[in-house]
């Protein structure tokens, strides 16, 4: 079976979102400063029946998300879980993290087949760290960077929000990151969600954000390897440098992402109406694997073409990265 909506795209990417609570407090997903950790709305085997569906469904690659996933009670029993389910599918498994339980979880991530890390991290400087993220704490995402090179199948990636008066001054000190540790980096444009007071005047496009780069460095265009990520090697190094357009110029056409909150609802666009969403927690306690399919596909051709402009999303209700997983 393939999940394929009326705009002929397949669905083989599926990111579900395990926990609501974090132990940051970053200002472009979790302004509200939210750290009343509330017991998780799925349960283990909850998760792991609806994870089967979709590998069922023809999904090959699955990044677990949050809030932050590491800080789930029973993480260690679910990520093995799930390594046990996909000896029978063989999906690409990735997570998510900001890295600060990192170290704790390095080992037992790559015991269960987990290929790829994508660390959120937004700044480089201590202080500034703890304005953005709201902890300082900083030192242990370092080391957990620098400790995954004990790591040969795991592939890291850095993800670095930049927004304008914030941290767009460090662009040069994660590039020389990349270049130090061979890690790439992938600088994201700042996106409107629920309560993070996006404007105008902080959004820095792909299009600055390159060439700023480029007037320090000798980029080459990496061939084409994600339908996310424009990706660029700098010369004379090892490092990679990547952007990820979403507002700009964003990459609606070639989508292959469903995505599932923490409590259970599916959601086919990270800028979906709040209120635009399947029932997954239902569905898998009262249709059976066909029926549940059938109702995953029969969503799926509700999906745009494209998400809302940045005025819609600017005013859009019910749009929480914090549960929706980023």
């Known amino acids: 079976m393939k999940l394929i909506d009326k705009h ?95 170290d704790k979880k390095a080992q037992l991530l790559s015991d269960c087949g987990v290929k790829s890390i994508n660390i959120s991290l937004d700044s480089l400087n201590i202080e500034k760290f703890k304005e953005i993220a709201g902890n300082d704490k900083l030192i242990r995402t370092i080391d957990a960077i620098n400790n995954l090179k004990e790591y040969s199948n795991i592939s890291p990636k850095i993800n670095t929000v930049l927004i304008k008066g914030k941290n767009d001054n460090e662009i040069f000190d994660f590039v020389d990151l990349s270049i130090k540790n061979e890690i790439p980096v992938r600088f994201i444009e700042f996106m409107p969600f629920s309560k993070n007071e996006w404007r105008d005047e902080q959004f820095i496009p792909y ?64 800028f979906s109406k709040g209120n635009d969403i399947l029932d997954l927690k239902t569905i898998i306690e009262s249709q059976s694997i066909e029926d549940a399919q059938l109702s995953i596909n029969n969503f799926l051709q509700v999906k745009h073409q494209e998400h809302p402009s940045v005025n819609e999303l600017k005013i859009l209700k019910m749009n929480d990265m914090l549960e929706i997983g980023g």
């Open 207 to 270: 299009s600055e954000m390159i060439e700023k780069i480029a007037s320090k460095y000798d980029l080459i265009r990496a061939a084409d390897e994600s339908s996310v990520a424009k990706y660029f090697n700098i010369a004379g190094t090892k490092a990679k440098i990547g952007f990820i357009s979403s507002i700009s110029e964003h990459f609606c056409g070639n989508c292959n992402r469903l995505r599932i909150t923490n409590d259970g609802k599916m959601k086919l666009c990270l």
């Open 8 to 102: 002929n795209r397949v669905h083989n990417y599926l990111r579900f979102s395990i926990t609501g609570n974090c132990n940051l407090s970053c200002l472009y997903c979790n302004p509200d400063k939210k750290k009343n950790y509330k017991k998780d709305s799925l349960s283990k085997n909850q998760i792991l029946k609806i994870i089967e569906l979709f590998f069922k469904s023809g999904i090959t690659k699955l990044r677990l998300t949050g809030g932050e996933p590491l800080l789930r009670d029973d993480f260690d029993e679910l990520i093995i879980g799930i390594y046990e389910l996909n000896k029978s599918y063989k999906a690409e498994l990735g997570i998510t993290t900001n890295g600060i339980l990192l």
